[in-house]
């Protein structure tokens, strides 16, 4: 726990300094993050165990394209998608280890990000804060796949706000490539047309709120087996469209904080143009995620392409000039506070607390290459 920590003091640190300062701390902070999600030891659940057999079990680079062009399966490994499988064989091409592997993977997912949201994020600090909270562990550490289309999809959001499809488009495409459930991400350019002002928010947020005591009439299975069946996953298709995982109510509370914060400061956000409409657009998804569709683990497992916009959207507020500074201080510790105190519940709650010793695979002798 003390190298969590020590990252998110750093960060909170970041938050209160001049600006050449912040980007040195910033860099520090980003570094440190490249190290404990690219070097842990076997952290993340007993998925890390199935991601290392896939690893060490892929073919030659040749027989992956030879299966994404052609359809002819030479030894890939149909249970996962071709675009992850890919970049694992790319990584066996460089004699990488499992553990290089991981090192790798996660510098891309650090670049991706940073280099998708550094013309959208206007204070760093508060957004690292909630993402060391909200999305950290479970996207670099546990589910991976997932993660790296999160990555993929911070890097598109760039060509949304600048209105160029073709290469949202394709960047969607290679998110999908790497995991399935980034179908959801293709129709999300066009969210960007729906209507917003503050009216409409906070309509939306009282019409979803009552909808969270219906959620366990809410029968998708049906739809859902479509989807994942339409997706090339038929063979998971049933389980998944009937698995039920109710989400914490905490979730539903942090959610309507959220909106209730974009609702109240609307026209701080909006001074922003584009970009600060864009991210209110994308986050109302998360209104119906966690009330009347929280029952359903297939969705709620999307959930964390919306809560990205928690941070920026809250980085938009505390560095409004038309706010007293004294306010902006206040929202501003109030929100790394809670951060800090999220991250702590989460490391503690995951899997009996495997996550609050941190171990990296540098202090086990083990190498990046094989």
């Known amino acids: 726990m003390i190298i969590y920590s020590l990252t998110y003091a750093i960060n909170a640190l970041s938050t209160a300094v001049k600006k050449k300062d912040e980007k040195i701390l910033r860099i520090i902070v980003f570094l ?114 997932q993660g790296m289309t999160l990555a993929v999809f911070c890097y598109a959001l760039k060509y949304m706000i600048s209105k160029n499809p073709v290469r949202y488009m394709l960047c969607c495409l290679i998110a999908f490539y790497i995991h ?26 009282i019409g979803f709120a009552p909808t969270w005591f219906l959620r366990n009439l809410v029968d998708l299975s049906g739809l859902i087996e479509k989807v994942i069946s339409i997706i090339g996953f038929e063979q998971k298709s049933e389980g998944w469209s009937e698995a039920l995982e109710s989400i914490s109510i905490i979730h539903t509370l942090e959610c ?25 657009k994308l986050v109302i998804f998360t209104l119906p995620i966690f009330t009347l569709c929280s029952n359903w683990i297939v969705l709620t497992r999307e959930k964390d ?14 560095v ?33 607390g495997v996550l609050w010793h941190f171990t990296s695979f540098i202090f086990k002798g083990c190498s990046i290459f094989s």
């Open 320 to 352: 409004s000039r038309k706010l007293d500074l004294s306010i902006r201080r206040i929202i501003k510790r109030c929100i790394l506070i809670a951060g800090f105190i999220g991250m702590v519940r989460y490391v503690l709650v995951f899997d009996g």
């Open 32 to 145: 440190l993050l490249i190290f404990m999600s690219g070097t842990r030891y076997y952290m993340g659940g007993s998925d890390v165990y199935t991601y290392e057999n896939v690893y060490n079990g892929v073919p030659q680079i040749s027989a992956v394209l030879k299966y994404i062009f052609t359809g002819v399966n030479e030894g890939v490994n149909i249970n996962y998608e071709s675009g992850y499988i890919l970049l694992c064989s790319i990584g066996r091409f460089l004699h990488l280890s499992y553990f290089g592997f991981l090192l790798g993977y996660s510098t891309l997912f650090y670049i991706l990000l940073y280099n998708g949201l550094k013309g959208i994020i206007e204070e760093w600090g508060i957004f690292l804060a909630l993402f060391m909270y909200k999305l950290m562990f479970y996207n670099t550490f546990i589910s991976i796949r």
């Open 305 to 318: 392409y919306f809560v990205l916009f928690y941070g920026i959207l809250l980085g938009y507020i505390v």
């Open 256 to 280: 309507y904080i959220i909106i209730i914060f974009c609702i109240i400061f609307y026209d701080r956000i909006a001074e922003f143009g584009r970009k600060g409409l864009i991210s209110l």
């Open 180 to 205: 399935r459930g980034a179908i959801i991400l293709f129709p999300l350019y066009f969210a960007q047309y729906i209507p917003m002002s503050k009216k409409i928010l906070r309509n939306l947020a």
